[in-house]
Each structure stands twice: as C-alpha cells, then as structure tokens.
C-alpha cells in the first residue's frame, strides 16, 4: 500500500481537478485515497459514484444514477475531498457526459478543494479532454500487501504443514496478480492440502498462466524437463546451478545480483530451446514464450503498440522467464531484411533490456549469429553469451543415455561407445531422432529396444554438419572468441573451420 499511497501522492501534487487513475482494483485505490484525504484535502470527504447507487453519501439531491446527473450536482457545488467516479469512463462515448465532465472539472478547478477521481482498468480518455486530465497507471500490490495478504489467509488453515519460508517465495510469485485475484490463489493452494513449495507455486503459476492467455502473444509453456534431462552443456548448467537462490524474496531484500539474462546460440538442434526450458524449471519459474509472428501480424493493433503491451505484461506477472526463440528473426535485426515496424520493435527491446525490473529473466536463442549486432550481445543486456556447438564424444554419451533412457532402454547395459563414430559431429536433436526411430521399428516388433536398433538408423542419417557444411563453419568461425562456450572444449573442439 505504501508503494500506492506514493504514486497517487505524485499525481496529486500538481493539484489536478480531474485525476484518471487506470488499475483494476477498485477497492485498493479507495483505501489508498482514504488514506490521503486529510493530506492532500484536510477537513474533505470521500464520495463514491457508480451508475447503480448514485452519490454515495447523498446529499438530499435528486436521483444522480444518471452520470450527468450526477456531474451537474457536483459541478454546482463541488465537494471537498475526493469524488471518486468507478463507472464512468463507460459513458464518456456520449457528449453530453464528456460536457457534464468537462463543466464539473471547471468548477473543480475554481473550487480549488477537491479532485474527481475517475477509476478504471482500461485508458477511455476523451480525446477531447486528453490534455485537461491527469492519468495515472498505478502499480500492483507491493511486497508488504502480497505478505499481509498471505498472512490473512493463513490464519484461516492453523493446520497448513507449509512454512514460513515457503510462503515467502509464495509471495513474491504471487507478484502481478491483484489482492483479490491472490487471494483466490492462497485459499486454492491451502484447500488443495499442498505440501512442498513446488506445489504452491504451481497454483500460483495457473494463475498466472490464466492472467496471460488474455495476450495472444504471450504463450505459457508448462516446463517438463529438468536440467539433469540435458546431456552435456556443462558450463551453461552449472552457470544457471550458481544462481538457482536468487530469484527468492531473501536474495532480494539481500540485494544479491539478480540476473537479467541469457542469450544462447549456436547450431540448430545442440539443446539452444531445451536450456530455456531447463533454466525456468530449475530456478522454479514459470515460463513465457513471446511469439513474435504474432506481434506483427497485425491482429493485436499495431506491432509497436502489442510489442509494449506484452513487455508491460510479462513485468506485471514477475517473476518469471521470458523466452524469446530465434531473437535475430524475431526482431528483424538484420539491416537488409528489417522492416520500420521491426527496427522501432528493436530499438524499443534494447531500452527495455537496459531498464527492465529485475524479477524478468530474459531467455533469448538464436542461430543466425552473425546477424545479431554488437548492442544486443554487450555486456548490461545480457548476463552471459554461450555458443553451443555440436556435442562432442563424451557429450554423445551423455545424450544417447538421455533420450534411451526416455525411451524405455537401460543405457548402463549398452555400449553406447560403439555409436561413436558414426554420430562424429552429430546435433543433439539428430541424436534424439535416430532413438526415437529405433524405439518405433523395436515397438512394431514387439521386443526391446537394442543399440543395433540405434546403431542402424545412424548409419543411414545424414548430419546437418554435412548437409549444412559452410553454414556451421561460418557459425564456428564467428562464434570463436566472441562467445562463452556452452561446454568444456573436447579435443579438436571449437576450431574454427574444424
């Protein structure tokens, strides 16, 4: 509440007759305004519209359901204090209530003791008026009201086997959701009978999930791999192990270095999409993929505007992972191909990355390396680069075991050293592939899966590092010395042109 009581404080300084403050929450912004009446109007009252009840107290004035009824009592005599308006921007596509308005702000004005507060979730400014209101988009419930909240609801199961600790992390997950939309959450999770701090955060995540299909853009991605499911890729997994703790409320209050992101790139198919997926679910996180495509289609407005949107979007929901595939496309940052639309989207996705809070975690992939300009891989914007290259033997190893343990095969009774030769310079993907191939012709058998099931369909794939030779020379050249490897070097590894 004190983070409100401050932003509604700023919009009042200036004294404006008319304030439009646009939130969902009704309610929060009434207690807030309360709490300012003495401050900003001493000795004023509280008076509350709706198109329902009227003016709420009455004043003995006739039936003020009507809006401009209900301007025209308080243009004539304005009241001290705060004549707060909750239905109103509804009707302000009728000029006569965009008169009624204007009328009740001049006597406002002359009065010099009151303000109309016009509440709101969405921006209905008259475009008439834009310029003789004073708007205002107030922030969520802070940290405190989210703990309060949490505590509220508590009291209500003394016999919860959740702890504290628990329900400090359950806070801040609970950021970007409204008071009541939390509660809603808090009463699901303790009547669900969770017990680990995976399941409350689970509840926490639908609702989240639920907030963000409103944005056809922002698409949640349940998470169902872990980062031991990844085969190599040991420097990046120990990278993203060392900052597991820190998008908790204790490393916060800490003030420990949150990171801001990761942008990944490399060869198609070496695992680029899996460690996205593999960071989120490690660090307890819920996961959103932006779609690009659909930003510039054209169906949510235009791109700039949709762009701003899910930005605003995914920061109200933090914390949480944002995942961007393909970045060089997405945003068009090839200067041949680059429309206007995309290069204004590009400029507006750097500043953002400059500036954004710090519970968002950007995860950006992308494999057309060279295409990506030196402000976007600089340091400030993202907290490390890593290349991922095709998997070396031991690499091999470790993702054959993977994916034929996924596949119902027991990798410790198989030499998967045999494979070896005739997967040099294989992706990941291929790997997964060729498995998946085998488990089928071993399914149609109706017997187990065996490595000479494996071992003949690698002999008859051909890698993309053949198929795509000059392409991956290119990405390897480029990539050497600019980039963190994404695994500890084998031998022979990382030369460019190799």
């Not at 309360?34 to 006739?62: F, I, S, Y």
């Not at 703990?147 to 016999?159: E, G, I, L, N």
């Not at 680990?196 to 791999?225: N, W």
């Not at 963190?484 to 084998?490: F, G, L, Y």
Request: with cysteine; glycine share 6%; hydrophobic share 45%.
């Amino acid at each position: 509440m004190k983070q409100l009581i401050r932003e509604l404080r700023a919009a009042l300084l200036g004294r404006p007759p008319v304030l439009y403050v646009q939130s969902p929450e009704e309610e929060r912004i009434l207690a807030a305004l309360r709490a300012l009446l003495e401050e900003t109007h001493p000795g004023g009252a509280l008076t509350v519209w709706t198109c329902v009840d009227g003016l709420l107290p009455a004043a003995g004035e006739a039936d003020t359901r009507d809006p401009q009824a209900a301007l025209a009592v308080l243009a004539r005599a304005p009241r001290p204090g705060f004549a707060v308006f909750l239905d109103l921007p509804d009707f302000l596509e009728q000029p006569a209530a965009v008169r009624a308005l204007r009328n009740a702000r001049r006597a406002y004005l002359d009065a010099g003791n009151g303000t109309l507060v016009l509440i709101s979730p969405r921006r209905a400014l008259p475009a008439n008026m834009e310029t003789e209101i004073c708007l205002t988009a107030v922030s969520g419930p802070d940290a405190d009201e989210l703990q309060a909240c949490v505590r509220s609801v508590r009291d209500a199961y003394p016999d919860s086997v959740l702890t504290d600790a628990v329900f400090a992390d359950v806070a801040l997950a609970l950021r970007g959701l409204t008071l009541r939309e939390a509660e809603q959450v808090l009463h699901r999770v303790f009547r669900s009978e969770a017990e680990t701090a995976a399941d409350a955060l689970d509840h926490v995540f639908a609702e989240k999930k639920a907030l963000l299909q409103k944005e056809g853009f922002l698409e949640y991605v349940p998470v169902r791999i872990a980062v031991e499911d990844i085969g190599g890729l040991d420097v990046l997994k120990t990278w993203a192990r060392k900052r597991q703790g820190l998008f908790t409320r204790t490393a916060l209050e800490a003030g420990a270095p949150i990171p801001k992101g990761v942008l990944i790139m490399g060869v198609s198919g070496c695992g680029k999409s899996m460690s996205a997926k593999a960071i989120a679910a490690l660090w307890g996180l819920p996961l959103f993929r932006l779609d690009m495509n659909l930003v510039f289609s054209g169906l949510y407005g235009s791109p700039e505007s949709a762009f701003h949107r899910a930005l605003k979007a995914i920061e109200a929901i933090a914390p949480a992972v944002l995942w961007i595939d393909e970045i060089e496309n997405a945003l068009g940052m090839t200067a041949k191909s680059a429309s206007a639309e995309q290069s204004l989207t590009f400029s507006s996705f750097l500043t953002w990355m400059q500036e954004r809070p710090p519970l968002v975690f950007v995860a950006a992939t992308a494999n057309r390396i060279e295409a990506l300009p030196a402000e976007v891989i600089r340091k400030g914007r993202f907290d490390e680069v890593f290349f991922c290259d095709l998997p070396g033997e031991k690499e091999r190893q470790e993702i054959f075991r993977v994916h034929l343990r996924r596949n119902g095969a027991d990798p410790d009774g198989m030499d998967i050293a045999r494979l070896m030769h005739s997967t040099k310079e294989w992706t990941g993907a291929e790997i997964e592939q060729a498995v998946a191939a085998a488990r089928v012709d071993a399914d149609q058998e109706n017997r187990p899966l065996t490595l000479e099931d494996v071992r003949r369909h690698t002999l008859r794939m051909v890698p993309l590092s053949t198929t795509m030779a000059e392409q991956i020379r290119t990405i390897r050249s480029w990539a050497y010395q600019r980039a963190t490897r994404a695994s500890t070097p084998e031998p022979r590894s990382m030369i460019p042109g190799a």
